[in-house]
């Protein structure tokens, strides 16, 4: 049955309390079935080996033993090192090299003068160990957070609870908001402090780059820069930085002292989650293109925390219950935009928790966290999947490394391709890269096959990449030598 028929009666058997057969398998699944409790703040997906990293507050993760961090390879799941000893909340790629940002001060032995850690592929080092931060509010006794990091303009940037107090006269100071320069830490807003602030205990607080420019949610800030129209004044709502005056700028107008709750990038546009409705971008959502902010439907008549991507259609998470005309009901907190309306993921159970904070996707499968508590029978806690368990037969765990081979190895004019599938997976792919990279041929696997053959009698003598790729992810690969 089309896919699309399928969304469509699962709704309506939703609705109406109807049950659909193709619909059994639309559910919410516990991360921890023994009702352990993890917390997934972070997701990162590695664009150049296909690995997608998620950081939290775990020390096992789909039954594999993690501290805070670990990482699906497209076939399994793998702790990083030794993990840290305290959440993770944002990771990225910083000049190559992964980083890691959070709560902890050590992984292993190896101990961090703040909660920031880049990754060797073996350890997590620090950046440098002189530079110490604190909470702002020291010498109470709360844990220093950093909560997103990113790179922009060839920097690091830091946001979060932290705090530095140098020598005198300090000019290097900086409170929540930091930049590094592979040398030393700056304050990425002058003068720190006033100038830019993270609500108590906001972990949302977050970073994203955007036509070249750094935009910020969760913060508020002063705008202190002398060529800009808004000088003197408060800013709220979606924030973007300015580098060459080192403050901040609002950018719209209306936002009623509050911040933007979210930011995400999809499509060319910047998708901004809200605390309260806007009378003019929207119901607790908007889209901005850099120029302007348009409503996205009919919004939603609560908060939205956290966007993702789903089965090529842009998901908000939040507090919602529905649209913003009571319309449409969204009883998991989670809806999907096809364009031209928000829509409930079909699921056999509602969700008794309030809120979901944050999302993320690998492969088919839905990854949230928030107060989740029961859908239906199933404990979830606080973290969960849609509509694959991590626990059951399910396709992200069913291809392999050793699933796949081709033969004969040097060849000249074809290769055989030998691979074992269950019958129900489809849409595997197998492409053909020379060694910078670049895809030279892109064949579709069959389904089911034992042996495929390829012709490669357009390839020049020389050494290939062949790649076995399955939705997005990068499940094996094997170098080829065409020798005519």
Known sequence: MNESIIKYLCCLGFLFGISIPDCSSQEFYPIAPNQDTIRIYSFYKDTITNETFIGGDFHEFAGVSANNIIKWTGSQW???????????????????????????????????????????????????????????????????AIYDVEEFENKLFVLGEIRYIGPFPGTNNFEDFAV?????????????????????????????????????????????????????????????YNSACLSVEQIGTGWLNTSAASVYLHNNSLYVGMYIPHPQYGNFATRYDGVNFYPIGNGFNDRVYNFT????EICAVGRFTGDGTTTHSYPNHIASWDGTSWNALPASCSMTGAVVFRAGVIDSTIFIDGGLFYCGSNYLSLAATYPHSLTGNNDLTDLTENHFSIFPNPASDK??????????????????????????????????????????????????????????????????????
């Not at 991507?309 to 090529?312: I, M, V």
């Open 78 to 144: 793998m702790a990083v090192g030794d993990g840290f000893n305290k959440p993770v909340h944002a990771i990225t790629k910083y000049k190559g090299s992964l980083v890691a940002a959070g709560e902890f001060d050590s992984s292993g032995t190896t101990k961090f003068l703040m909660p920031l850690a880049k990754w060797d592929g073996v350890n997590w080092n620090y950046f440098d160990n002189t530079t110490q931060v604190v909470h702002p509010f020291w010498p109470n006794p709360w844990t220093p």
């Open 180 to 240: 590094w320069n592979d040398t030393i830490w700056k304050p990425a807003v002058l003068p720190s402090g006033p100038a830019l602030g993270i609500a108590l205990g906001n972990t949302l607080a977050d970073m994203i780059v955007f036509q070249n420019d750094l935009y910020l949610s969760n913060v508020y800030g002063y705008d202190y820069c002398s060529l800009s129209p808004q000088q003197g004044s408060n800013v709220f709502g979606l924030i973007r």
């Open 309 to 312: 991507e789903y089965n090529g």
């Open 415 to 484: 290769i055989t391709l030998t691979c074992i599938i269950r019958s129900n997976i489809t849409g595997v792919k197998m492409h053909i890269s020379d060694l910078s990279g670049r895809i030279i041929s892109l064949h579709q696997i069959q389904e089911s096959f034992n042996n495929q053959e390829i012709d490669i009698s357009h390839l020049s003598n020389g050494s290939y990449i062949v790649n076995f790729e399955y939705k997005g992810s990068i499940l094996a690969s094997r170098k080829l030598m065409v020798v005519k």
